[in-house]
């Protein structure tokens, strides 16, 4: 029968996670990035080898990559969160959807806010046009001045209508994320007006997300140089760059676009109150 084991209670668990993921790293850079950490929040569903595996956090965030799931595993998983309240479930389509699945044949419950996302992979360099522009690999010291453009896209681009932003937790994880990932900002007249930052670094991709420009400065090229220059950047170190869009914005997906990206496959985020 198989098990759901977390991860931490054996350091070899983290190889074997690291060793099941590799083959399908591409759309699962984060659960990669968790297993290469060691994170006390990645899960595995064991039998005599790996089934999948799945990272869960405190707040109910959930994503996985479980390949072939069986009748006792998914048994396993409804009986893991039975009494856990799920916030967000997020990942490639088909992955989200199985989990989806699960949750409502477990709660009868769907999710209150799906958004429907493409992944985009960058395959080529072309010119931008965006020139002369102050491009800042930010610090911990640029907090104050990003904190303003993590917040505004936190509204606009991740929360759902009606969660309400905790200014206190958004500080932290903008804090986290400038010393664990990378965040390039454009500087105009010294202050922060777009941005663009690694999510997850795993072996051999990253994750670009957290794109996000003052409204007054889009359609000026700055996401596309953005993340472009993530792209490039990381491609020095044999890395390879994915990033997911909002099917409805248009806007993002000719800028990424432009900056060589094309559409791969499908992502998706379900919200749930």
Known sequence: MPKIIQAAENEEFFVKAENFLLP??????????????KSKELYIIFETEILGVFYFS???ILTSFIPKPTKESEKELCNFFYEK???????????AEKIRKLIFKLKKIQPDDIREMLFMEYTQSKNISAKNLEITKCSLQDADK???????????????????????????????????????????????????????ISKNFIQIGGVFTQKEFRSKGFASTLVKKLAEEFQKENKKSVLFVNKKNKPAICAYKKAGFISF?????????
Not at 24 to 37: D, F, G, P, R, Y
Not at 171 to 196: G, W, Y
């Open 265 to 273: 496959a499908k992502y998706e985020m379900l919200y749930y109150k």
């Open 24 to 37: 399908h790293e591409k759309i699962c850079s984060q659960l990669m990035q968790m297993a290469m950490q």
């Open 146 to 200: 990003l904190f303003p453009l993590h917040i505004s896209y936190t509204q606009e681009e991740v929360l759902p209508e009606w969660k309400k932003i905790n200014l206190a937790l958004e500080r932290l994880k903008l804090e986290k994320i400038l010393r664990t990932q990378k965040v390039l900002a454009v500087k105009k007249e010294n202050l922060f007006c777009a941005k663009a930052q690694t999510n997850a």
């Open 58 to 60: 405190e707040g109910g």
């Open 85 to 95: 309240k799920i916030s967000c479930i997020m990942g490639e389509k088909n992955e």
